[in-house]
């Protein structure tokens, strides 16, 4: 069985079960589990679990009831936490988000990318799109920048170089041979 559970589970387990009482050893009773009901119905390993498990005293042939997860992390509440964390430090990784806001690495994940719809650029977290201030803000840059150019020399302008999140000032000096 690799990965699912056998339509034969019961009754493998019970055959597990009686086979182990009689003192048969687990690679054993996998060898003839696998003469039974073929190959890839069951793993060596899980024969020697159910058989440790049958040793100490348990007796049944269900799986143990297991834990369950919060039905919903991404719910609003979450992206707030999320969408605040972010907006005073752009710099926090999932992991910390994760661990402050007290929900798993992949649904900090998914707040960030699906709902808050955010990429990160350079370890900080960046909207996918500019909102309207961010688009006004930039066009006043600009046109001061504008402004600005007739009082300054030309090739000052020329040595900057200009991108989507950084601005870089490159300075030329000519070699001397």
């Not at 988000?97 to 808050?116: C, E």
């Amino acid at each position: 069985m690799f990965g699912k559970k056998s339509a034969f589970a019961a009754e493998i387990r019970a055959y597990i079960k009686k086979r182990c009482f009689l003192g048969i050893s687990p690679t054993e009773i996998f060898c003839e589990i696998c003469l039974i009901y073929g190959h890839g119905e069951l793993l060596c390993a899980s024969v020697t679990t159910w058989c440790k498990k049958f040793a100490s005293g348990f007796m049944s042939l269900q799986d143990a009831p297991r834990g369950h997860r919060k039905k919903n992390a991404t719910n609003p509440e979450m992206i707030e936490k999320v969408r605040k964390m972010v907006s005073t430090d752009a710099r926090f990784t999932v992991q910390e988000i994760a661990r402050k806001v007290g929900i798993s690495i992949g649904a900090v994940h998914s707040i960030l990318i699906k709902h808050l719809k955010m990429n990160k650029i350079s370890a900080r977290w960046i909207p996918h799109l500019l909102t309207e201030d961010q688009k006004r803000i930039r066009i006043k840059t600009a046109k001061s920048l504008l402004k600005m150019y007739p009082k300054y020399d030309s090739r000052l302008f020329a040595n900057i170089v200009t991108g989507d999140e950084t601005w870089v000032q490159i300075t030329l000096h000519k070699c001397q041979v």
